[in-house]
């Protein structure tokens, strides 16, 4: 059974610092590995999606990278800022999304 | 715009009185699917719809049914609701299941249920 987790559970960093988000997976045998985002009592809004045969995807100041042979994804946020504070999670795709129970960021000005 | 529907945002309920909440998207996706979101249990599946007249089961669909019956519109329906199926609900949908694909999930806003 295919179980997905984000370490950390929540990150504070100041504005404008770089920062990493992981995403790990039990069963590397996954379709697409896909990040979200969630600002509070909100809707999920789609960031990334990694193709099984990708192994990166780039959009604006992210960068979603995925290793299946070790199991895991990253999420790489470059140059933080406010209004980037919010839920992230990952969610791989097969049949059915399973997600992450997600990495909670702030990012302090 | 691509997008998911969801109605109502909000709602606010009593025990035993059904309730169905609507979903609707114009992308002409084949796979469609419900969502229940906890804290603490994150995102579970509800049940999901592969193509007209086509559900099933997902991971928790006890207290729940759905129906089919056009390709855009996939509802939500609680004959009895109780309390503990007060939640954050999902809708979402994608050109297909996602094994082998290359699609990505397109989700609604959300709809927020209390049961009293």
């Known amino acids: 059974k295919q179980e997905v987790t984000q370490i950390p559970a929540a990150l504070s960093v100041p504005e404008g610092e770089n920062l990493v988000l992981n995403c790990s997976f039990t069963d590397s045998a996954i379709y697409n590995l896909q990040w979200f985002r969630q600002d509070p009592g909100k809707g999920l809004t789609s960031l990334l999606l990694i193709q099984s045969s990708q192994r990166e995807q780039t959009s604006g100041r992210l960068n979603a990278s995925l290793d299946k042979s070790s199991g895991r994804s990253t999420l790489y946020i470059a140059a933080s800022q406010p209004g980037d504070s919010a839920t992230y999670l990952c969610a791989h795709q097969g049949g059915k999304l399973i997600f992450g129970q997600g990495t909670e960021l702030s990012v302090k000005p | 715009e691509a997008q998911v529907t969801q109605n109502p945002r909000y709602l606010i309920t009593v025990t035993g009185k059904k309730l169905t909440v609507t979903c609707s998207q114009n992308?002409?996706?084949?796979?469609m699917s419900w969502y229940r979101q906890d804290p603490g249990l994150g995102l579970r599946q509800i049940y999901y719809?592969?193509?007209?007249?086509?559900?099933d089961k997902g991971d928790v669909p006890e207290g729940y049914k759905v129906s089919r019956k056009e390709k855009r519109n996939f509802p939500l329906i609680l004959e009895s609701p109780s309390p503990n199926q007060t939640s954050l609900y999902f809708c979402?949908?994608?050109?297909?299941?996602?094994?082998?694909?290359?699609?990505?999930?397109?989700f609604g806003s959300g709809t927020r249920l209390t049961v009293v």
């Open positions: 719809s592969m193509n007209v007249e086509v559900t």
């Open positions: 979402a949908s994608s050109p297909d299941r996602g094994e082998g694909a290359n699609y990505g999930y397109t």
């Open positions: 992308m002409n996706h084949e796979y």
